[in-house]
C-alpha cells in the first residue's frame, strides 16, 4: 500500500509568514501524529489527530495548529514565522490504536529566513 | 519536552563489529520501538515491542524489552556500511497514543 506521503519536501519562507504543511496518511489509517525534528533537540511531539479530532497535543506554541479532514489528511499550520521554526516537520500514520507503531513520512525541511 | 535517554550519542565502529545502544526512561512503557533515519528522510521503523522481557530479531537486528519496562536495547551484529545513519528508539506509556522519542544515536561505520 502506499506509504505517508507530506508535501512539500522544501519551503524557504520569510519570518513573520505562515506556512501549511499537509500529510497524506497510510490508507485506513485514522491517526496522524506530527513532529518537530531539530539536530539540538532531536524529534519533539507537536499534536496527534485521530478521527478529525486533536487527541494529544505537545508543548508548542499557539501558533502551531493542525487540523484533519474527514479522509483523515491532516494539514500543519505555523504562523509567524520565527527563525527557530527552521526544522524537518514529520508526520506519523498509524492506525490510532494503543499498541501501534507509527509510520513516517519523509518530512517536510522548513527553511525560514 | 519529554524525551528518553539515548545511548551513546554517537559511534565509530569497524565494518564487522557487533554494536549495541540503549534507552532509559523514568517511566513505564508499554510499547517500545526502534527507528532508523538515513539523512534527508523520515525515520522507518524496525523492531517493535509489545511485551516486558521480549527478544525480537529483525536480520543481524536483535532488540529487547527490558524486564522493568523502563529501558529498551538494540543490537546490530556484523555491522555493514548501510548501516550508517541515526538509530532512535520510542516509548509508548500505558493509556497514552503518543510515542516519545528518545535523542538518538548516531552510527558511523568505518569501512
Known amino acids: 500500500k502506499a506509504g505517508v506521503t507530506q508535501t512539500p519536501r522544501y519551503l524557504i519562507k520569510t519570518r513573520g509568514q505562515q506556512v501549511t504543511l499537509s500529510c497524506s496518511p497510510i490508507?485506513?489509517?485514522?491517526?496522524v501524529s506530527w513532529y518537530q525534528q531539530t539536530p539540538g533537540q532531536g524529534l519533539q511531539f507537536l499534536f496527534e489527530?485521530?478521527?478529525?479530532?486533536?487527541?494529544n497535543k505537545g508543548n508548542f506554541p499557539g501558533r502551531f495548529s493542525g487540523r484533519q479532514f474527514s479522509n483523515s489528511r491532516s494539514e500543519m499550520n505555523v504562523s509567524t514565522l520565527e527563525l527557530g521554526d527552521s526544522a524537518l516537520y514529520l508526520c506519523a500514520s498509524s492506525s490510532g490504536g494503543v499498541e501501534t507503531s507509527y509510520t513516517f513520512g519523509s518530512g517536510t525541511r522548513l527553511t525560514v529566513v | 519536552g519529554q524525551q528518553l535517554n539515548q545511548s551513546p550519542q554517537s559511534m565509530f565502529i569497524q565494518e564487522g563489529e557487533d554494536v549495541s545502544m540503549n534507552c532509559t526512561s523514568s517511566?513505564?512503557?508499554?510499547?517500545w520501538l526502534w527507528y532508523k533515519q538515513d539523512p534527508g528522510e523520515g525515520p522507518v521503523l524496525l523492531i517493535a515491542?509489545?511485551?516486558?522481557?521480549e527478544l525480537t530479531s529483525n536480520g543481524r537486528l536483535t532488540a529487547q524489552f527490558g524486564i522493568t519496562r523502563k529501558d529498551s536495547f538494540l543490537n546490530i551484529s556484523a555491522s555493514i556500511p548501510s548501516d550508517v545513519g541515526i538509530y532512535f528508539c520510542?516509548?509508548?506509556?500505558?493509556?497514552?497514543?503518543?510515542?516519545?522519542f528518545g535523542t538518538g544515536t548516531r552510527l558511523k561505520v568505518l569501512a
Open positions: 489527530y485521530f478521527s478529525e479530532t486533536q487527541r
Open positions: 520510542a516509548g509508548q506509556a500505558s493509556g497514552t497514543y503518543k510515542y516519545i
Open positions: 517511566s513505564i512503557f508499554n510499547t
Open positions: 515491542l509489545y511485551k516486558a522481557g
Open positions: 490508507s485506513g489509517h485514522r491517526s
